[in-house]
């Protein structure tokens, strides 16, 4: 059991679960960011500050989201920590307004 | 090489707050050095005495106080009690600057008369109690009893439901502490009933937590069917975009419906009630209770007490309905009376900003959040005391090191701590534990060794 960051974060990256994760667990890539499963404590917090919710417990996780596991496992390996939230990506409003978010 | 230390600020309490405020400051500036005050021998505050003992992945959040604790610059000030042994005006007169990060006082009560007999406790207290804080260790909880009433529907009020009604054997495997492990050996509890006064789409669950209750062995939780029929303004609360949690809780309650389970233990959430008075002769015998309504409409619902009364025998009242912000001359409430008064993380007393004096964590907004929330409230109650830096590195200070100096012979270094932390480990290590907890001050103390000395 983990968390993970989904496909909603893409073109988005708010970076307001970086504020809170109390263990700085999130990597940061082009342009989404990932969970380090190795050091995320799941205690949930990320989940209702993400404003495209992005972020999944994969015990609550939908079906579809299964491959994203992997894909945090391996991105977080590769890339660095964000310890601090930064700016969204440019056109990060519009893909939010466009998930009816 | 790097700059001296000259701005000295201290942090009161070492709870998750006070750790998340040390590192913001470290990394802002190498010209500044941390000094962490603790009113126990031992670190961490809520991980420690707060989370629960069957939540041990959450409490892994230490290595990264411990990582803190390594930073060039901080100091752990342990055994020292702001307020006791040193007043809040010598603190103020020998640093630049002080943040307060020491959390609540005490759980907040029901105000119904009974309250105050044996067997009703609120929640600060009975989880303080199993977890092992010293202050509470010789509380009387008494387990010999049928039924447990637990009030309040946050995830504090889940714990100490969960805590009641899980098998001893689950318990054993964890840093509960012994004393709580012996009386909840001999429990006599077969029914927990967890009230609230309002219904299931207003509760405070976290889902996450809530789901503990489906799946967990040696114990069932069913809710009455007529508690989950949900009127139009509750049915619109749930279906906003930002209650996907609380839809969530709605459906995990929801599946307690048909419970058929057999368990040696029953979990039952019961709602719209309010708790009006506890009787009993020696102990807390009966819980009073009205029926609520809920009137408004959605997103502004409030429980209204009905005529319809009734009766619920229990021999135990935890109530977990909030906690009370811990007061320390010249720190003022703010007009809720829920957390100081501040503006931005700077105290306020009057409507006037208390020079060089800072607060954060629950102290500053309130029992809410995850542990992670203090770690943003730090970072910007530190951006405050960053922009007020120039103005007070100018005021002229007293050398912390007198009054450092004086504490010495009581002071915990965070050496220390490591050295309790070991022994609690190896203690526990040996019955299959991840720790037997030290739990009185004495305990503690005999291991921190007095001839270590921190250097200044």
């Known amino acids: 059991m983990t968390h993970i960051v989904t496909d909603n974060c893409r073109a988005c990256r708010f970076t307001q679960c970086v504020s809170v994760c109390p263990v700085e667990c999130f990597h940061v890539g082009e342009d989404m960011l990932y969970i380090d499963p190795e050091l995320c404590i799941d205690c949930g917090g990320c989940i209702p500050v993400c404003p495209v919710n992005a972020i999944y417990d994969t015990v609550a996780m939908?079906?579809?989201?299964?491959?994203?596991?992997?894909?945090?496992?391996?991105?977080?390996?590769e890339l660095p920590v964000i310890s601090a939230a930064m700016d969204p990506m440019p056109g990060a409003e519009d893909k939010r307004a466009a998930l009816g978010l | 090489?790097?700059?001296?230390?000259?701005f000295a600020v201290a942090v009161v309490g070492a709870g998750p707050s006070g750790f998340y405020a040390a590192e913001a400051l470290l990394r802002a500036s190498d010209d500044i050095s941390v000094w962490m005050f603790e009113k126990l021998p031992v670190p961490y505050g809520l991980v420690r005495y707060g989370v629960a003992p069957d939540h041990p992945k959450l409490k892994a959040v230490t290595a990264v106080f411990d990582r803190i604790a390594g930073m060039d610059g901080f100091h752990?000030?342990?055994?020292?009690?702001?307020?006791?042994?040193?007043?809040?005006?010598?603190?103020?007169?020998?640093?630049?600057?002080v943040i307060f990060a020491h959390?609540?006082?005490?759980?907040?009560?029901?105000?119904?008369?009974?309250?105050?007999?044996?067997g009703s406790h609120t929640a600060h207290a009975?989880?303080?109690?199993?977890?092992?804080?010293?202050?509470?260790?010789?509380?009387?909880?008494d387990l010999r009893t049928e039924a447990a009433a637990v009030i309040g529907n946050g995830n504090v009020a889940l714990d100490v439901a969960r805590i009641l009604a899980k098998?001893?054997?689950?318990?054993?495997?964890?840093?509960?502490?012994?004393?709580?492990?012996?009386?909840?050996?001999?429990?006599q509890i077969?029914?927990?009933?967890?009230?609230?006064?309002?219904?299931?789409?207003?509760?405070?669950f976290v889902s996450k937590e809530l789901r503990e209750f489906s799946e967990t062995e040696g114990f069932r939780s069913i809710v009455d069917p007529a508690d989950m029929d949900l009127g139009v303004a509750c049915k619109e609360e749930l279906e906003d975009t930002g209650a996907g949690d609380l839809r969530l809780c709605a459906e995990l309650l929801g599946g307690f419906v048909h419970s058929s389970q057999k368990a040696p233990r029953t979990c039952h959430f019961h709602f719209h009630q309010m708790p009006v008075a506890i009787t009993g002769d020696a102990r807390a015998r009966v819980l009073k209770l009205r029926l609520n309504k809920l009137i408004g409409s959605a997103f502004a619902q409030r429980a209204v007490q009905t005529n319809e009364a009734f009766d619920l025998s229990c021999g135990l009242v935890v109530s977990s309905v909030g906690y009370k912000p811990a007061l320390l001359e010249p720190l003022a409430l703010a007009r809720d009376g829920r957390h100081l008064d501040h503006a931005n993380g700077r105290l306020v007393e009057n409507g006037t900003v208390l020079t060089g004096l800072y607060v954060t964590g629950w102290a500053k907004r309130g029992p809410n959040g995850t542990i992670g929330t203090n770690r943003g409230d730090s970072q910007e109650t530190v951006a405050t005391l960053l922009t007020d830096k120039p103005m007070l590195a100018a005021n002229s200070r007293q050398n912390a090191a007198s009054l450092l100096e004086k504490l010495r012979p009581q002071m915990v270094t965070y050496d220390d701590w490591l050295a309790i932390d070991a022994r609690e480990k190896?203690?526990?290590?040996?019955?299959?534990?991840?720790?037997?907890?030290?739990?009185?001050?004495?305990?503690?103390?005999s291991v921190h060794n007095m001839l270590v000395q921190p250097t200044l």
Not at chain 2, 109 to 117: A, F, K, R, V
Not at chain 2, 126 to 141: E, I, K, Q, S
Not at chain 2, 426 to 445: D, E, I, Q, W, Y
């Open chain 1, 62 to 77: 939908p079906e579809e989201h299964a491959p994203w596991i992997a894909i945090n496992k391996q991105k977080s390996a």
């Open chain 2, 1 to 6: 090489m790097p700059q001296k230390r000259t």
């Open chain 2, 76 to 97: 752990f000030c342990g055994n020292v009690e702001i307020g006791r042994d040193v007043s809040v005006a010598a603190i103020q007169e020998h640093f630049h600057a």
């Open chain 2, 103 to 118: 959390g609540p006082a005490s759980g907040a009560e029901l105000g119904i008369p009974g309250e105050d007999l044996p």
């Open chain 2, 126 to 141: 009975f989880v303080a109690w199993y977890n092992g804080h010293p202050d509470y260790r010789d509380l009387t909880v």
């Open chain 2, 167 to 187: 098998p001893i054997d689950e318990l054993r495997k964890t840093d509960i502490a012994d004393h709580a492990l012996e009386v909840l050996a001999e429990s």
């Open chain 2, 190 to 204: 077969r029914d927990i009933h967890v009230i609230g006064r309002r219904g299931p789409a207003q509760v405070n």
């Open chain 2, 426 to 445: 190896t203690n526990g290590a040996k019955s299959g534990r991840p720790r037997v907890k030290l739990t009185s001050r004495s305990m503690m103390l």
